[in-house]
């Protein structure tokens, strides 16, 4: 078969009909394998056969979901996890431990800057933050213990866009991984290894199972960088929990995604649950008629607010005197996701009106779903966060965020033109 397109591999990649001639992936709803023999269960542990041995490892619903979730980015390998940030702290302990340093973009979700500023360092690992709006900040940061430079593909709640080539390209410069969170676009929206990430992760709780059923997150590996290039000892010398792998020679190109499922999810046994696998794929199925029409009604949203005098401002990359304009129109061909934020006039008790009085729209702490969601992040997603640490972040305490859902956008600008007069 020719090269499949990111709407095939959505519904068709990664699951061969057995001999039942079920044409729906099946729930494996099974801890544990039977091995066909002593041969074969000594060579699964040793890692010289691929196949099933215990859940916390793998599963055979999982798998299909890793498979194309990896053709969707086109990496190597993939790992799905039991939450994005679950994906974010596995792919951490893989690259480093205590004493060394991550760089990560100040543009952040407020979970993982909590992650990066406090809980890593509390394990030792460092994390400097770059100014989004200055690239060359990134490469001012790097030290000799580096191990990775982090940033989200458009941030969230900000729709702060990094320059990815000029981040990559320091990235590459100094031999560091470069890791985007790909989770508020999605890989039918920008396949951030074509502009040089080396690891991408998700929650997969978001646009890519789309329907808030579930919690997971996914790893993947774009096989793209070199092991063996200084910075990486552990990828190179003898691992004495798994009796004497060296991942970088023994797997090469698929080292990182090895090591990430045979050692730090064996020890962190943050899987999965092949339940949630199942359900995911039911949601990844739609996801690029979900994400074009996630579109369609951001944009149409976007022009609603802008002529709405109540509105004191609007944040979204494709606006004419958005900061992220032309990087949104180098990178983000189809279009740049279904997050946007606005201030309305009055400041921030308005706003709290506003999202009380929303009927249609929902005030929760998601995004990506079907549903329209209407959230204040000063006071909910971002409220761990101190002032600075906010201002740093773009979150003003009269910032809306609101992602857009899938059901006709004249119900939601109804629905919001209510709540903003009421
Ligand atoms: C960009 C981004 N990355 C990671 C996460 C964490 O994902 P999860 O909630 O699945 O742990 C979130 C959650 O909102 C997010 O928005």
């Known amino acids: 078969m020719t090269k499949l397109r990111q709407e095939t591999i959505a519904v068709a990649c990664g699951f061969h009909i ?5 044409t729906n992936p099946p729930l494996y ?3 544990a394998y039977r091995f ?14 691929n196949g099933y041995i215990y859940t916390r490892l793998n599963n055979p619903t999982n798998a299909v979901l890793e498979e194309r979730l990896n ?4 990496g190597v390998g993939a790992l799905v996890t039991s939450s994005g940030h679950a994906a974010e702290f596995m792919t951490v302990c893989a690259l480093g ?3 060394d340093e991550i760089i990560a973009s100040n543009a952040l979700y407020g979970g993982t800057f909590n992650m990066f500023a406090h809980s890593l360092r509390r394990l030792g690992i460092k994390v400097n933050f770059a ?5 060359y900040s990134f490469e001012e940061l790097i030290t000799d213990k580096t191990k990775a430079i982090f940033v ?3 941030s969230n709640p900000g729709c702060e866009i990094p320059d990815f080539e000029v981040i990559s390209k320091t990235a590459k410069k100094h031999k560091i991984p470069f890791i985007v969170d790909n989770t508020c676009l999605s890989p039918y929206l920008f396949r951030a290894k074509e502009v040089g990430a080396d690891i991408i992760v998700h929650s997969t709780t978001k646009c890519i199972s789309g329907h808030a059923a579930v919690m997971g997150g996914a790893v993947i590996d774009c096989g793209t960088f070199d092991w063996t290039s200084g910075r990486f000892p552990a990828f190179c010398e003898a691992d004495p929990s798994y009796h004497g792998v060296v991942f970088a020679k023994d797997f090469g190109q698929n080292a990182f995604i090895t090591k990430l499922r045979a050692q730090v999810l064996r020890d962190i046994g943050a899987c999965q649950s092949p339940f949630n696998s199942y359900l995911t794929l039911q949601g990844l199925q739609t996801l690029h008629i979900r994400m074009d029409r996630h579109i369609e009604n951001t944009l149409k949203l976007v022009d609603y607010l802008q002529a709405n005098p109540q509105v004191e401002w609007v944040k979204y990359p494709t606006i004419e005197n958005n900061e992220f304009k032309s990087l949104a129109e180098k990178y983000f061909k189809k279009g740049c996701g279904s997050l946007l934020c606005f201030g309305l006039k009055g400041g921030f008790e308005r706003g709290k009106r506003l999202i009380e009085r929303a009927k249609l729209c929902l005030h929760a702490a998601n995004l990506g779903d079907v549903r329209t969601i209407i959230t204040h992040p000063a006071s909910t997603t971002h409220s761990q966060l101190s002032a600075e640490e906010k201002a740093a972040s773009g979150i003003s305490d009269n910032l809306i965020r609101i992602s857009v859902g899938i059901e006709n956008i004249e119900d939601i600008i109804e629905d919001l033109e209510q709540a903003i007069n009421d």
């Open 29 to 31: 709803l099974s801890n």
């Open 18 to 22: 057995d001999e039942t001639g079920a």
């Open 152 to 154: 989200e593909s458009i």
């Open 97 to 99: 431990g205590s004493g």
């Open 131 to 135: 100014d989004i709006r200055k690239s």
């Open 71 to 74: 053709a969707l980015e086109g």
């Open 36 to 49: 066909n023999d002593a041969k074969h269960a000594e060579n699964l542990f040793a890692l010289r056969e």
